[in-house]
């Protein structure tokens, strides 16, 4: 049976008081910050963390799940939905949600990430759901920790494969369905927008390329990197991205882009070029916001269903709960084409 590290371990490791090891836990800064790096040495060496169950009023059968929100803002659409999913789905259990947020680097070490204090402490959440966007780093500080997650797999960055432990979305067959059918309208310049670092734009660019060489032709992409500080969902991106290819005077008639945030900065900047969609150009997105239908004409899109992913997040974890942590098969969710009016044939 595997031993339980307390505080008093800590402290006897570390060679201070308890209430020393308390203060370094609680962030308080009366204390030495040489004893404080040793404390913090000893307690990653131990893989101790804090019990907080004796500070919960009440857990009995209501567990406490945390969705952690990784390097996005949390008004972004997209996560948004999922987190509303897992909450439906959570409160219909009789089990309770908090939100947290984290901004980290993928190059930091996994022990030296500042995770939020409730993954440190022990019995404050039962598991934890990762979205947003993550690295390879993260995963391994929750694995190190032995807290029972689920990962939501598309926006993991660095990955290889389908995971354990996740939930993914398919976004290749729409997307080929996408360029398929532009090119069925007669569409052969058809661009691609989206930064190839991040591996759903990048996977998306595959699916476009794989399309376009089938009917012989030639795939024509704006793949300049992404600004991480960009938060208006790549509004900023899709404008530029266009302003670009319209100042080369490259032909085009269809843009595809990334996600609905690039359409609609796309849409934007056609607009104020004296271009129209789409009878000067067709325009698709992917994800099926909200905004997808504030545009006029309304957005040509592929539905990804956050909430249906949220739901599915929540559903696995607790089912990796209930049996004590035991890796749970990765689960994969269909998308669907939503066709509005950003498109047609090309214009003669």
């Avoid at 949220?310 to 004590?324: F, S, V």
Wanted: positive net charge; aromatic residues 8%.
């Amino acid at each position: 049976m595997e031993k339980h590290i307390t505080i008093k371990d800590v402290a006897r490791k570390a060679k201070v008081g308890i209430a020393t090891v308390s203060r370094v836990l609680n962030n308080s800064q009366r204390v030495d910050p040489e004893t404080r790096k040793t404390i913090q040495a000893v307690i990653r060496q131990l893989g101790y963390r804090p019990n907080a169950s004796g500070r919960r009023l009440v857990k009995k059968a209501t567990e406490m799940v945390c969705f952690l929100l990784s390097n996005r803002e949390f008004m972004n659409p997209f996560h948004s939905g999922v987190l509303h999913g897992v909450e439906r789905y959570l409160s219909q259990a009789g089990h309770d949600v908090v939100f947290t947020n984290l901004h980290y680097a993928q190059d930091t070490a996994a022990e030296a990430l500042a995770l939020p204090r409730i993954v440190n402490h022990r019995g404050i959440a039962d598991g934890f759901i990762l979205s947003g966007t993550n690295y390879p780093n993260l995963v391994a500080a929750m694995d190190a920790l032995r807290v029972p997650y689920v990962l939501f797999g598309n926006n993991l960055v660095g990955g290889r494969g389908r995971r354990t432990d996740a939930v993914y979305y398919d976004d290749a067959s729409s997307s080929r369905q996408l360029v398929e059918r532009l090119i069925a309208m007669g569409h052969r310049h058809i661009w691609y927008l989206g930064d190839l670092s991040m591996p759903w734009f990048r996977r998306r660019a595959e699916t476009y390329r794989q399309a376009m060489k089938a009917h012989g032709l030639t795939p024509s992409e704006y793949t300049e990197p992404y600004d991480r500080d960009d938060r208006d969902y790549g509004t900023s991106y899709g404008t530029q991205a266009v302003n670009r290819i319209l100042a080369q005077g490259r032909p085009v008639t269809a843009i595809v882009a990334g996600n609905d945030g690039i359409a609609y900065g796309t849409w934007r900047a056609l607009r104020r070029a004296g271009l129209h969609v789409p009878d000067d150009l067709s325009l698709v997105g992917f994800d099926d916001v909200h905004e997808a239908r504030l545009t006029d004409p309304e957005l040509t899109t592929v539905h990804v269903p956050t909430e249906e992913l949220g739901q599915a997040c929540a559903r696995m974890l607790l089912e990796k709960l209930k049996h004590h942590g035991a890796p749970q098969k990765p689960v994969v969710i269909g998308t669907s084409l939503v066709e509005r009016g950003s498109w047609g044939p090309p214009k003669l």
